[in-house]
């Protein structure tokens, strides 16, 4: 059964750093598309961050957001720095079958999400 574990939210102060965390377990994803998206109060989940043979952000976290992964621990991951108030959101992490990809309906495999807070 595949897992997708996320870990390394928080609350912290404008202007602070986080590094998030995603462990796969199931299977291997090395040769697949994984991705960031976070859903903030009352607004739609939207993309943050993906990487595979490529690596794409969205407009909003370009600068301040680091994706990364490492296939021998098959753990993703998302540095954050620079964080905002607007960054507050539920970050999930997701995977999928194929190659990369920024859609939110292209992938298959879902984490529970983490909270992450951003106080002003």
């Known amino acids: 059964q595949v897992q997708l574990v996320e870990s390394g939210g928080g609350l912290v102060q404008a202007g602070d750093s986080l590094r998030l965390s995603c462990a796969a377990s199931?299977?291997?994803?090395?040769?697949?598309?994984m991705a960031w998206f976070r859903q903030a109060p009352g607004r739609d989940r939207e993309f943050v961050a993906a990487?595979?043979?490529?690596?794409d952000y969205a407009d909003s976290v370009k600068g301040r957001f680091t994706i990364s992964r490492d296939n021998a621990k098959h753990t993703m991951y998302l540095q954050m720095i620079s964080l905002k108030p607007d960054d507050t959101a539920v970050y999930y992490c997701?995977?999928?079958?194929?190659?990369?990809?920024?859609?939110?309906?292209?992938?298959?495999?879902w984490g529970q999400g983490t909270q992450v807070t951003v106080s002003s």
């Open positions: 997701a995977a999928r079958n194929g190659g990369f990809a920024t859609a939110e309906i292209l992938y298959d495999y």
């Open positions: 199931g299977r291997s994803f090395s040769g697949n598309a």
């Open positions: 990487i595979n043979w490529k690596i």
